[in-house]
T-cell receptor, first 114, second 112 residues
Framework: GAGVSQSPSNKVTEKGKDVELRCDPI?????LYWYRQSLGQGLEFLIY????????KSGLPSDRFSAERTGGSVSTLTIQRTQQEDSAVYLC????????????FGPGTRLTVT | DQQVKQNSPSLSVQEGRISILNCDYT??????FLWYKKYPAEGPTFLIS?????DKNEDGRFTVFLNKSAKHLSLHIVPSQPGDSAVYFC???????????FGTGTRLKVLA
């Protein structure tokens, strides 16, 4: 079956522009996570969606970051007025339920802000 | 403040020998620990996990050991194979939450 997919795979943008990153989770997975991996760092939790519950946005680094999940499936992470420090690989993961320890990751979107 | 630490950024091991990857944590509320493996240009893939009520979990060539008193986790791969060359992340989850804290990773290179 299809795994988690993310698009685009690479994105280069100019400082100050807005970007949208997309995640298609595995069908039937109710939990969806966004992470960020900056150079030389571990995976940094950004936001978590579970079913129809309000998302946990506690990991979003600033109000320039937002995310939504439509119909309990596809999710979009939006970064407004991008800054150079936003350059990182953005990873999406989904799992069957929020207590599942196994998350399935997408290949990530490499964002470069010039 | 890094709650999950992988102090060795890289490790090289000869094919057939044992690879030992280490992870230290500071939060005693972590109740589940996981290891992920990541190849270049791919997302991490789940490898093995262990609950805080256990001290060992084995799956084929992979064994995870948990020493709660030392707040230390290790992954043993034996025998190591060239295909095991990847970056390995340990991760931990606080009891009652769904948040996972990841370490910075250890790059393993298995030499043929």
């Amino acid at each position: 079956g299809a795994g988690v997919s993310q698009s685009p795979s690479n994105k280069v943008t100019e400082k100050g522009k807005d970007v949208e990153l997309r995640c298609d989770p595995i069908s039937g997975h109710t939990a969806l996570y966004w992470y960020r991996q900056s150079l030389g760092q571990g995976l940094e939790f950004l936001i978590y969606f579970q079913g129809n519950s309000a998302p946990d946005k506690s990991g979003l680094p600033s109000d320039r970051f937002s995310a939504e999940r439509t119909g309990g499936s596809v999710s979009t992470l939006t970064i407004q007025r991008t800054q150079q420090e936003d350059s990182a690989v953005y990873l999406c993961a989904s799992s069957f339920r929020d207590t599942s320890y196994e998350q399935y990751f997408g290949p990530g979107t490499r964002l470069t802000v010039t | 403040d890094q709650q999950v630490k992988q102090n060795s950024p890289s490790l090289s091991v000869q094919e057939g020998r044992i690879s030992i990857l280490n992870c230290d944590y500071t939060n005693s509320m972590f109740d589940y620990f996981l290891w992920y493996k990541k190849y270049p240009a791919e997302g991490p893939t789940f490898l093995i996990s262990i609950s805080s009520i256990k001290d060992k979990n084995e799956d084929g060539r992979f064994t995870v050991f948990l020493n709660k008193s030392a707040k230390h986790l290790s992954l043993h791969i034996v025998p190591s194979q060239p295909g095991d060359s990847a970056v390995y992340f340990c991760a931990a989850r606080s009891a009652g939450t769904y948040k996972y804290i990841f370490g910075t990773g250890t790059r393993l290179k298995v030499l043929a």
